[in-house]
């Protein structure tokens, strides 16, 4: 009896892609399993009347196609694939000057704006628990300005200025606007806190009031925080306090995804398999036009390792005209040569 050829598969590779319709080549997405096409069919029947038995005609047709694969690398060029992250590059260098609020609690983690590089020195500084203040002299209203709480300031001369008799902006002293509030109520911006009351004289434009933030104490390494990747923490007996704290440190090279904040893209998807069935025979994939959905579920952490259960949209390539080509996906896969 003669038999057909095997032709079976057990496949692995690598799976890329490239900006659809891009003259460049195609990048591999990471470690990756499972690819697999789905396709969804709708199917149409007319009954055989003569009868009443079975059909007198039929008909399938592809409503959609979709593909799926499982993705176990989780660096930053695949969020920005999975979950349209928008993706910076931090240099290693020097930070100075970060201030932050605290609330002085025991354990609270102060977490920096870079991660730490906790090999280098990290200085905190906490400022004075209130800051003084000074009415600027020509002002036309005689409100004043109560007690100024500062919470993490850095240290120097601000200027509160009314931009009208109820309004007024804070700004630092290189004149950059932290904030703006209102006469008579709470005001609360770059670590400072107070209130601005208004007198029987009202406010005109250009008033001001200069509040001066002395500069801090330096805070003990180990008595009042402990250094961690991320920031600080601090311990119980830590007097740093409901006062802020002014940090210098040295920023180790890393990457920031911002989640969400890049257009979706279209993409171009290549497989380039190997069939281990057929003693790694070769074969690809190349999916001409695919749109990948935004991930339903984000692990980021488990026992086990973290995979992303990655799901597209096929669309049709209207590019490739001709009537021998798919406008949709191509497998190939090399022949068997004889022995």
Request: net charge negative; charged share 15%.
């Amino acid at each position: 009896m003669i038999h057909a050829q095997d032709r079976s598969l057990m496949g692995f590779g690598v799976t890329s892609v490239k900006p659809w319709q891009s003259r460049r080549g195609v990048v591999e997405v990471g470690n990756s399993t499972a690819l697999a096409i789905q396709h969804a069919t709708e199917k149409k029947t007319l009954r055989n009347y003569r009868t009443g038995i079975g059909n007198n005609n039929a008909k399938s047709q592809i409503t959609g196609i979709t593909g799926s694969f499982t993705l176990y690398d989780c660096g930053p060029s695949q969020l920005a694939m999975v979950i349209r992250a928008q993706v910076t590059g931090v240099s290693a260098g020097t930070v100075e000057g970060e201030a932050h609020p605290t609330g002085g609690l025991a354990a609270e983690h102060i977490v920096f704006k870079n991660l730490v590089d906790t090999t280098q020195p990290v200085t905190v500084v906490s400022p004075p628990a209130t800051a003084s203040v000074a009415a600027a002299s020509g002002n036309a209203g005689d409100g004043t300005i109560g007690a100024v709480t500062v919470n993490g300031a850095v240290s120097g001369a601000y200027t509160a200025k009314l931009t009208s008799a109820t309004e007024f902006s804070l700004l630092d002293a290189a004149d950059q606007v932290l904030g703006a509030g209102t006469v008579g109520e709470a005001f609360s911006a770059a670590g400072l806190t107070f209130t601005i009351a208004a007198g029987s004289s009202a406010f005109v434009a250009d008033d001001a009031f200069t509040i001066t933030v002395a500069a801090g104490d330096e805070m003990d390494a180990g008595v009042d925080y402990i250094v961690t990747p991320y920031g600080i923490q601090l311990p119980a007996g830590s007097t740093i306090g409901e006062r802020g704290v002014i940090v210098g440190y040295t920023r180790i090279k890393a990457s920031v995804a911002e989640i969400l904040k890049s257009a979706p893209t279209e993409q171009q998807l290549h497989f380039a398999g190997l069939n281990d069935a057929q003693d790694g025979l070769a074969y690809d994939a190349t999916l001409w036009r695919v749109k990948f959905d935004d991930i339903a579920e984000l692990p980021l952490n488990g026992e086990e390792y973290v995979s992303y259960n990655v799901t597209f949209e096929l669309l049709q390539d209207y590019t490739r005209a001709g009537d021998d080509l798919s406008q949709y996906y191509t497998i190939r896969q090399a022949e068997k040569v004889a022995a």
